[in-house]
């Protein structure tokens, strides 16, 4: 527990240190305070992630590492091994990713999985600290459909940690409440504009369910670009009540009439992402400015 209180002092120091700057000089959302409503909501996800379900996120990936040991995968972990680490690597990432991005449509599309995805969706601002606003049930198994490529083949990603810290730092970036122009880094790790977009108050959601490796939109064709300038659109989930920490632990295991159409709304196959006006509403336009 140490540890985990010593991460969580660090993270409240150096976290806030980095993105309140980029937040105040680059603003998504000029009028947004930073003492905006649900600020201790959020901020007590941020604890219960570093002081308890990061660690049931990792002991699970153990076990689910161990149970995979013992199936049929000798052949095909063999044929990885015989490959450069390099390309160990490159497959596991870019399968992980492929794999995240379809268990994040199914969020979205499955009811009683979008019932916890949506304790995420369910911040009206979007900031660094709204980054931890995740029901813990949906993040092990987001780590998971990430995870399980890697250990299915045996990829040992020790010496990608440092992908891991990075792709960590910046699923926190991409929900400040930051624009910047990032060029090809849009594509290959992210954006705030992009993720944003994702969390348009909406039931059905089409667009931008890669947070971290926006390629996979593209391939898929769910890449959505929002116009320039102010972000103006709403975002949370539509008619649902503002809730505290305990109550959206608990949301999920109650199925309301209310969420019961939400869950029936989240269960729309999904269509093209080519004609984003006819899918999503369409946001109030400002004069552009651009940073320069």
Same mark, same amino acid.
């Given at each position: ?72 995968? !000798? ?6 091994? @015989? ?7 490159? /497959?596991? &990432? +870019? =399968? #992980? ?70 792709? !960590? ?6 929900? @400040? ?7 090809? /880094?849009? &594509? +290959? =790790? #992210? ?102």
């Amino acid at each position: 527990m140490k540890g985990q209180l010593v991460a969580l002092a660090t993270g409240l120091v150096m976290l806030p240190a980095v993105f309140w700057p980029l937040e105040r000089l680059f603003p998504a959302r000029r009028g947004q305070r930073w003492l905006r409503p649900r600020l201790l909501t959020d901020l007590a996800f941020m604890a219960g992630q570093y002081l308890v379900f990061s660690a049931v996120a990792l002991f699970t990936l153990q076990h689910v590492a161990r149970a995979l040991d013992h199936t049929g995968l !000798g052949a095909l972990r063999s044929t990885v091994a @015989a490959l450069p680490f390099a390309a160990q690597a490159a /497959l596991a &990432v +870019l =399968l #992980g990713d492929v794999s995240v991005y379809w268990f994040h449509v199914a969020c979205h599309r499955v009811p009683w999985l979008w019932r916890f995805h949506a304790v995420h969706h369910s911040a009206r601002h979007l900031d660094w600290l709204a980054a931890h606003r995740e029901h813990p049930v949906d993040g092990i198994l987001t780590q998971l459909a990430i995870n399980l490529p890697a250990m299915a083949l045996g990829v040992d990603l020790t010496l990608l940690s440092w992908l891991v810290a990075l792709r !960590g730092v910046w699923a926190i970036f991409i929900h @400040a409440n930051v624009r910047l122009p990032l060029g090809p /880094l849009r &594509v +290959l =790790l #992210g954006a705030p504009e992009l993720h944003h977009w994702h969390h348009l108050a909406t039931r059905d959601t089409r667009h931008n369910f890669a947070n971290l490796a926006p390629w996979t939109d593209l391939l898929f064709g769910t890449w959505h670009l929002p116009p320039e300038g102010d972000e103006t659109w709403a975002l949370g989930v539509a008619d649902e009540p503002e809730r505290g920490y305990l109550a959206h632990l608990l949301a999920p295991f109650i199925v309301s009439t209310s969420r019961r159409g939400a869950a029936g709304a989240a269960a729309t196959p999904l269509r093209s992402a080519r004609s984003p006006r006819r899918a999503c509403p369409r946001p109030r336009r400002r004069p552009s400015r651009r940073l320069r």
